[in-house]
């Protein structure tokens, strides 16, 4: 069994101390991550409380990677012994929707030499077939959010839209960090804590004032990549004492919100980011950031109406 999915969940929340623990668990595929609850960390002895902390809000939702796809796809057919096969000439369910079973090379590439097992692929693409027809014209969320109270504001009475998503260097290919983002549309830039921001290996752009309620700062800007669900966008970010997404980022997308969760599909237009990037940040410019602290962030703004939080009491 492939246990790459399992080990990069754990990476990217710096808790690779408890891969051993999940395999003797019998946690061995992505799928197996997704919604974990209280006593799930219970039969996994995590007992410390901010290790379970960042082990909930990941699993809340998870979305699995091409590759977690795959392999939970081969695990449903009785064919995960040709997992490495598949990854170097089939990795992600679209390639493996266009697999010709009536030629004898698809088989061989994938050096699927039994007869019952070739039998087993060529039903199995089928059914695909039919499932992925059937469901052509429901769209598939980039990404599904929350109403939650992230760590920095843990004692606010309402709840926050909250996302996860990864963010690592331009062209870093090797480390990505994931993490719970308010989303703050009230703000126009991406915030990261500077504890995170640390660990990054991300290009230093320049200095810029950031505006508060009640004080201006001169805050560092750096140039991330971010990834929310499969797409990624450039994105500049700076410092803070909690991760935020704004209205920059949430431009990209379009949203469907309600009292539970928060959908985000592809966007229609084009990416302001990309299609106008901002001027070069230096020491002369200055950007808008509203501290939770001060001012909780604004529900989320389109460009016809405002959505706010429900009213939740903790």
């Known amino acids: 069994m492939n246990y790459d999915g399992v080990r990069n969940f754990l990476r990217s929340l710096d808790l690779s101390q408890y891969f051993e623990m999940f395999k003797t668990k019998g946690y061995e595929r992505e799928s197996d991550l997704v919604d974990l609850d209280e006593k799930d960390l219970d039969d996994l002895l995590i007992t410390d409380p901010e290790h379970r902390r960042l082990v909930l809000v990941a699993s809340q939702g998870l979305e699995i990677s091409p590759e977690g796809a795959l392999l939970d796809f081969l695990v449903a057919n009785g064919l995960e012994h ?7 000439e089939h990795r992600d369910m679209d390639m493996i929707e266009n697999i010709d079973t009536t030629q004898a090379r698809s088989f061989q590439e994938l050096e699927i030499t039994l007869p019952g097992h070739r039998k087993r692929l060529h039903r199995a693409v089928t059914q695909l077939r039919k499932r992925r027809k059937l469901s052509a014209e429901a769209e598939d969320p980039v990404a599904t959010g929350y109403w939650g ?33 308010m989303v703050d549309s009230g703000s126009d830039v991406v915030t990261v804590e500077e504890s995170t921001l640390s660990r990054l290996r991300l290009e230093h752009l320049g200095t810029v004032k950031s505006h508060g309620v009640h004080a201006t700062k001169e805050k ?24 935020s997404l704004g209205s920059q980022v949430i431009r990209h997308f379009r949203h469907y919100i309600n009292g539970n969760r928060h959908i985000w599909l592809k966007g229609t237009r084009d990416d302001p980011i990309a299609a106008k990037p901002p001027p070069l940040l230096s020491s002369s410019s200055s950007t808008s950031s509203t501290s939770p602290s001060s001012s909780p962030p604004a529900g989320v703004t389109s460009p016809s109406s405002t959505l706010t939080s429900p009213s939740k009491s903790t």
């Open 82 to 88: 040709y997992y490495e096969n598949f990854l170097h």
């Open 220 to 243: 560092q800007i750096y140039r991330a990549m971010l990834r929310i669900g499969r797409e990624e966008i450039e994105i500049e970010v700076m410092g803070e004492t909690y991760n």
């Open 149 to 181: 109270k992230p760590r920095p504001l843990a004692d606010a009475k309402n709840d926050f839209l909250c996302i996860h998503a990864a963010i690592k260097g331009v062209g870093d290919a090797d480390y990505e960090q994931m993490l719970e983002f």
